[in-house]
């Protein structure tokens, strides 16, 4: 399984908002968002190849109960499913952050989704391949529903522009006819799109407001605001 970081910080988004968690950051994605925050586990995908055992022995040095399975997207390698199940024996809280668009039946306390709207597929001509790929795999709510009946599961969407809570609305919507008593309006989380304080102070406020007339849950990115875009946090 391809590794781009192996770190212990501080859970900045979500319902684990302020638990310290070691972090296992897959590399290599099926996806490509023109804003994705860790181009070097997408764009760019950096890292070595470890076994499950050697994941484990690493997570185990930190002496800590939380562990966050991410990316990338992690739910494209099968070596998921022994690395969970390790997970699992040794008694961790396994949260697995995904997009949604590919399904393994994994151990996990916390299946972490962030479903991608249409803005977010890449954007300039040298990025058309990519952009179509993106447009083909970035919509499947079937498997998403899958995950929420499966798991317990937090909905995060990355919110750019007002346009986009039409599209939440309407995603949503499309959700319920999959779940339609199993999907807790405050599990659905909008999360302000940006990488410095700045970018997200400048969308905080209509984000929030968006939430508290829908019933859903404003969910900053603490990360940003306590370390800064930086790796290893």
């Known amino acids: 399984m391809k590794i781009a970081e192996i770190y212990k910080s501080i859970q900045g988004e979500g319902l684990h908002t302020g638990k310290h968690s070691v972090f296992v950051r897959a590399s290599g994605c099926n996806l490509r968002c023109w804003f994705c925050d860790t181009p070097y586990a997408s764009w760019q995908p950096e890292g070595c190849d470890y076994t499950v055992d050697e994941i484990a022995a690493e997570i185990e040095e930190w002496d800590c109960q939380h562990v966050v399975l991410t990316g990338g997207e992690p739910m494209l390698f099968s070596e998921l499913l022994p690395l969970t ?51 083909r795999q970035r919509d499947r709510p079937e498997i998403i529903a899958q995950l929420i009946a499966e798991y317990d599961y937090q909905l995060k969407f990355v919110v750019d522009e007002p346009a986009d809570l039409a599209e939440i609305k309407a995603y949503v919507s499309r959700l319920k006819q999959f779940n339609p008593e199993q999907l807790n309006p405050e599990r659905i989380m909008l999360m302000p799109q940006g990488n410095s304080p700045e970018e997200l102070a400048a969308r905080n406020d209509w984000v929030q407001k968006a939430c508290e007339e829908q019933g859903w849950t404003f969910c900053p990115r603490l990360q940003i605001e306590w370390f800064g875009p930086v790796r290893g946090t």
């Open 85 to 135: 199940e390790t997970l699992r024996a040794s008694g961790k809280h396994i949260t697995i952050e995904t997009a949604g668009t590919l399904y393994l039946p994994v151990e996990c306390d916390l299946m972490s989704i962030s479903p991608k709207l249409a803005g977010s597929a890449p954007r300039g001509e040298e990025h058309t391949r990519w952009r179509r790929r993106h447009e």
